[in-house]
């Protein structure tokens, strides 16, 4: 029996949905009926309120119409995944939250939309339970792959306990980096950093000793060092929604 799946786009670039399609056949040829997807559908219709089995969701709160999209199509869906960091925890879209809003013309671009800045870029975990988490900038396909093939199938969708660092095979002498005192870490921009020895022991910031792993360490593969952009280890297991007075602790901070 074929599952309802809808996606939908939030505040984010549409990279997760690229991540999407890159799966292939796997999904797409049979056990998935998409109902409704601006990005995966040619025609999209009356198909908002299409009654849902996984709704997969892109991108951030980060304007009123995207609260109002996602209010609108939660009590026609079973199960809520969060594809990408944006939806997981906010991700690179959080930081509209450290700067007005309003400057030059990116204020005036949203009200010429009908748009209006949300007071709390964020997460939709913020407003609706999520029942699955695939975090990632973008997540990789073979993830997504095994977590929706999981979800279709019955089975239990797999869990990554191990870091990006585990999964990195750099030389390492265990020694602590030489910075000097009050100095600063190395750029990419300086010079090369050598391939085969590990990032952190040259005086490069890596993060990958604290980032979620089941990338394959990809970024360190091409002698750049981890970003994070699959976010700390310690959150995987705390994805959850947030209480009222969690959000209002939080835009409290922000005024």
């Known amino acids: 029996m074929a599952v309802n799946v809808s996606t939908i786009q939030l505040g984010g670039c549409s990279g997760c949905h690229v991540s999407l399609l890159d799966v292939g056949k796997a999904i797409f040829a049979g056990g998935i009926n998409v109902v409704h997807s601006y990005l995966l559908m040619d025609k999209v219709t009356d198909t908002i309120e299409a009654e849902t089995d996984l ?5 951030a709160i980060l304007t009123n119409k995207d609260e109002s999209l996602l209010r609108q199509m939660a009590p026609h869906v079973k199960k809520v995944l969060a594809l990408g960091s944006c939806a997981c925890f ?13 400057k030059g013309n990116k204020g005036n671009n949203l009200k010429e939309h009908g748009h209006k800045l949300h007071p709390l870029i964020c997460s939709p975990k913020a407003f ?22 999981a979800l279709i199938e019955g089975r239990p969708v797999p869990e990554i ?25 190395k750029t990419l921009l300086e010079e090369a950093p050598d391939p085969k ?28 060092s981890c970003e994070g952009c699959r976010g700390p280890i310690f959150l995987y297991r705390n994805f959850r929604k947030f209480s009222d007075k969690e959000k209002g602790e939080i835009l409290k901070c922000l005024k």
């Open 55 to 59: 709704l997969i969701i892109e991108g």
């Open 90 to 102: 906010g991700g690179i879209a959080c930081l509209g939250n450290l700067k007005s809003p309003f």
């Open 128 to 149: 609706i339970d999520i029942d699955f988490f695939v975090p990632g900038c973008p997540p990789p396909a073979d993830i997504i792959r095994d977590t929706i093939l």
């Open 161 to 185: 306990a191990h870091t990006v660092c585990d999964e990195c095979v750099r030389e390492r002498n265990y020694k602590a980096p030489s910075i000097p005192p009050g100095g600063k870490w």
């Open 197 to 224: 020895k590990c990032f952190l022991e040259q005086g490069y910031l890596c993060l990958g000793r604290q980032t979620i792993g089941g990338c394959n360490a990809g970024c360190i593969k091409a002698n750049m």
